[in-house]
């Protein structure tokens, strides 16, 4: 689901969050009115955690776990990141995780990330590079490519899409896990439910899939997640009008804005 009206000038995340809640809460209400229960559903469009949410809460019909949010793309550019920074091809790079919101609050995680199968750490002996440059570089990537080239990466998301579909319909290599962030009810890392929150997961193939649970979290990775988990739960509070929710209240107006970069 790609249909989302982009950030205008002087637009706050709040109002893009209610204008394009609107249009996903009339999406969610079409998919439980006429899609198959079985099917899968990749949102795309931005704020996209938030907007799938959205139609995930107004379609009950569809069960809530078919209900995906794209952050494929983070993780495909945190794997070239550290592979550019250990000299070693992209394919050798392995357990990349994206945790929380597909916006600058996410967390590309290199904790438990893997080159040549060994841990990434190991690799690359720079704990200052990892928070102070990698990090960052990854949520802002988009904005760089556009700077760069004077355009979106349309195609890196395209390839992006492709490659969440693929992982959901070929077996995850043993040890391995791809990002995808999907409904938070009942994970195993404390994250509160009824979120759409991006997490380390992994199929069989048959289109299913399962949140990997042995994934280490240090004290500065649970900071992070706190920080990525607490701006979803303000965007829930301000399209509670959208999914039924009585009495919530938007919290983030005024605030630093969090959009990937390039996502105007």
């Not at 394009?20 to 009339?26: A, L």
């Not at 938030?50 to 495909?76: C, S, V």
């Not at 995808?180 to 509160?192: E, F, I, L, R």
């Not at 240090?218 to 009585?246: F, P």
Request: charged share 25%.
């Amino acid at each position: 689901m790609v249909g989302a009206k982009p950030r205008g000038p002087g637009m706050e995340r709040a109002d893009l969050l209610n204008q394009n809640g609107e249009i996903f809460q009339q999406q969610g209400r079409a998919l439980n009115e006429s899609a198959d229960p079985n099917c899968k559903i990749i949102v795309v469009g931005n704020p996209c955690n938030t907007n799938a949410l959205i139609a995930m809460e107004n379609a009950p019909r569809i069960p809530r776990r078919n209900f995906h949010a794209l952050t494929r793309l983070d993780e495909n550019r945190a794997k070239c990141q550290l592979a550019l920074k250990a000299g070693k091809f992209y394919t050798s790079v392995s357990r990349v995780a994206i945790w929380g919101n597909h916006s600058t609050t996410q967390v590309p995680d290199f904790l438990n990330a893997k080159i040549g199968g060994l841990p990434a750490m190991n690799v690359i002996r720079d704990d200052k590079w990892f928070k102070d440059e990698f990090t960052p570089r990854v949520a802002q990537r988009g904005g760089a490519l556009i700077k760069k080239w004077g355009k979106s990466s349309a195609a890196s998301t395209a390839v992006s899409v492709a490659d969440a579909i693929r992982s959901l319909v070929v077996p995850t290599p043993a040890g391995d896990c791809f990002s995808t962030a999907v409904c938070s009810d009942g994970n195993p890392y404390g994250v509160k439910d009824g979120l759409i929150f991006s997490f380390p997961c992994r199929s069989k193939g048959d289109g299913d899939y399962e949140i990997c649970n042995d994934f280490i979290l240090d004290d500065w990775l649970r900071q992070k997640l706190a920080a990525t988990e607490e701006e979803l739960s303000k965007e829930r509070d301000c399209v509670s009008h959208l999914i039924g929710v009585m009495g919530g209240s938007c919290d983030i107006r005024g605030a630093e804005d969090t959009s990937v970069p390039g996502e105007m």
